[in-house]
């Protein structure tokens, strides 16, 4: 975190090769699994629409691709209706047969309060997981983040 902004970053280790996470990162058909579908033509300075389908009531937002090297990074703005601008970072690494996600979220306020951001990310990225293992997706009743502590 800097004057500049607050910084949320998660760490996720998934079995799966980086080809398969990025699939399910990226393909409509897999990300409405576990975060929602989105239209519209992909790539660097595009604008899609995603609909975050586990959130009730929610509405198609605009999301701009900033960056895109496939298997490996995938940048984001988020607008969201009367909020500032989000960015999400997704940074995949092969690990032995496996992958870790670097997540990071920039939300362009300092000293934001990111604890109900941070439950909601743990959520997706637990839904992210349970998509790719094939086993069911959590659902936000009753849903308790993991340990935010070290």
């Known amino acids: 975190m800097d004057n500049e902004e607050t910084r949320l970053e998660l760490r996720r280790e998934y079995p799966d090769p ?4 990025w ?4 393909d409509s058909e897999r990300t409405a699994r576990w975060i929602g579908t989105w239209t519209g033509e992909a790539g660097v300075g595009n604008t899609i629409m995603l609909s975050m389908t586990a959130e009730e009531g929610s509405e198609p937002g605009p999301a701009v691709i900033r960056e895109c ?3 490996k990074r995938l940048v984001m703005d988020l607008h969201n209706t009367g909020e500032p601008t989000w960015r999400v970072e997704l940074t995949l690494t092969p690990r032995g047969d496996g992958t870790v996600l670097d997540f990071v979220h ?14 909601g ?3 997706y990225l637990d839904r ?3 998509s790719l293992a094939g086993e069911p997706v959590p659902e936000w009743d009753g849903y308790t983040p993991p340990s935010l502590e070290a």
């Open 18 to 21: 980086i080809e398969d996470v």
């Open 23 to 26: 699939s399910a990162l990226t």
């Open 69 to 71: 090297d496939p298997p």
């Open 106 to 119: 920039r939300m362009p306020k300092p000293d934001w309060d990111t604890s109900d951001i941070a439950k």
């Open 121 to 123: 990310w743990h959520f």
């Open 128 to 130: 992210l997981g349970a």
